[in-house]
Each structure stands twice: as structure tokens, then as C-alpha cells.
């Protein structure tokens, strides 16, 4: 069965913290991985992964995608409060006739002033 | 930037009603998702649509239904609208070359089935 799996689902962390966030997947004809943070609205897009072992950053954050171990980490450093939100990991493979994205059921990060 | 714009941000609908979810992107997407998102569940395929008037199941789409007549415009309907649908539904697009892998996402909406 194909799955994405997220750990922590949770994680409570004070300003200035250092955080990980995990993403391992099980499918078939990968395609690619994609970050999502999700505030009280819609997701929005922070990074896709395609190639093992080439970092994606983004200010304070960044991620990396391994796909001979099939997971992705999504770093953030100097957490500040308005990290706060669930992060989603969602892969992108093809499945049949279509290619499909499958999310996992995301991290949720508070961070304390 | 991407537009996908959900109509309906909040709805209150009693059990049996037929309920309406639109939404529209202004990209040219080929394609365009409905999911559902549950706490501990995540988001969930409802249906996507890779092309007009086309419609592919998602994981689960018992009890739902699409139309896309035009390309811009992709819609959920709830025939006879149930309880265990109160969720938050969020529609997405994404355009059809390889180099466009990311979705885009409309802002939700919360219906509530009483």
C-alpha cells in the first residue's frame, strides 16, 4: 500500500529552537517530495525534492530528500512563533495510468515565545 | 502568483441537503483536485479532474460528485449531505507540464453537516 508517513505528529519548542521534521514514504515510480505549511488557510508551497542529497533552503529553512532510504527532513532553525503551523509532506508518484500525490497526515509545531 | 479561489468559505448544511463546493483557478490548470482534510487523517483524495468534462476517482469518493464544464472551474457536489461529511475540503490545480509539480491550493472550505 502506498503511504507517506510524518513523525512527530506534535512538537512543542521554545523561540530559538531547532527543529526536524521527518517524512518516509513507501510508493512505487517516485516522482517527487513537496513541503507544505499550513496556517490556518490553505497550504502553501515551501520546497520540492527530486534528486537524493541536494539540499533545498529557504532562509531558515531547509530540506533534503533521500531516496535510497525513502525519507525527506525538513530542518528550521531559530524557530520563531510564527512557524507555528502544521507541516505537510506529500509525494508525487505514478500510479497506473495518472500520476497521484499522496500527503502524510502532517506535523503539527508550536513554538512558545 | 496562482489564484485558486474557493466560494464558499463556511457552511452550515442540514443532513439530506445537496450541497455545492466551487472552485475556480485563473492559471490555465489542466488539472484540479478536491480533498478532504480530517484531524489525524490528513488530506484525502476526493476526486481530481486532469482535463474538461474529465473526472477520476480519488481514495474516497463515496457519497461525492464532480463536474468540470469549464477549464477554469472544478466542482464538488454532496448529493444528500451526511454528518461524517463535516470536514474541511480544499480544492487545488495543478498545470499538466512535467516541470509543474506543485499544487496549488484555495483556501478551504469548512462545511458543517448537522
Known amino acids: 500500500e502506498d503511504k507517506v508517513v510524518q513523525s512527530p505528529l506534535s512538537l512543542v519548542v521554545h523561540e530559538g529552537d531547532t527543529v526536524t521534521l521527518n517524512c518516509s514514504y513507501e510508493v512505487t515510480n517516485f516522482r517527487s517530495l513537496l513541503w507544505y505549511k499550513q496556517e490556518k488557510k490553505a497550504p502553501t508551497f515551501l520546497f520540492m525534492l527530486?534528486?537524493?542529497?541536494i539540499e533545498k533552503k529557504s532562509g531558515r529553512l531547509s530540506s533534503i530528500l533521500d531516496k535510497k532510504e525513502l525519507f525527506s527532513i525538513l530542518n528550521i532553525t531559530a524557530t520563531q512563533t510564527g512557524d507555528s503551523a502544521v507541516y505537510l509532506c506529500?509525494?508525487?508518484?505514478?500510479?497506473?495510468?495518472?500520476?497521484?500525490?499522496?500527503f502524510g497526515t502532517g506535523t503539527l509545531l508550536a513554538v512558545q515565545p | 502568483d496562482v489564484k485558486v479561489t474557493q466560494s464558499s468559505r463556511y457552511l452550515v448544511k442540514r443532513t439530506g441537503e445537496k450541497v455545492f463546493l466551487e472552485c475556480v483557478q485563473d492559471m490555465d490548470h489542466e488539472n484540479m483536485f478536491w480533498y478532504r482534510q480530517d484531524p489525524g487523517l490528513g488530506l484525502r483524495l476526493i476526486y481530481f479532474s486532469y482535463d474538461v468534462k474529465m473526472k477520476e476517482k480519488g481514495d474516497i469518493p463515496e457519497g461525492y460528485s464532480v463536474s468540470r464544464e469549464k477549464k477554469e472551474r472544478f466542482s464538488l457536489i454532496l448529493e444528500s449531505a451526511s454528518t461524517n461529511q463535516t470536514s474541511m475540503y480544499l480544492c487545488?490545480?495543478?498545470?499538466?507540464?512535467?516541470?509543474?509539480?506543485?499544487?496549488?491550493f484555495g483556501e478551504g472550505s469548512w462545511l458543517t453537516v448537522v
Open positions: 487545488a490545480s495543478r498545470g499538466r507540464a512535467v516541470s509543474e509539480n506543485t499544487i496549488y
Open positions: 506529500a509525494v508525487r508518484y505514478y500510479g497506473g495510468a495518472t500520476n497521484k500525490l499522496i
Open positions: 527530486t534528486s537524493s542529497g
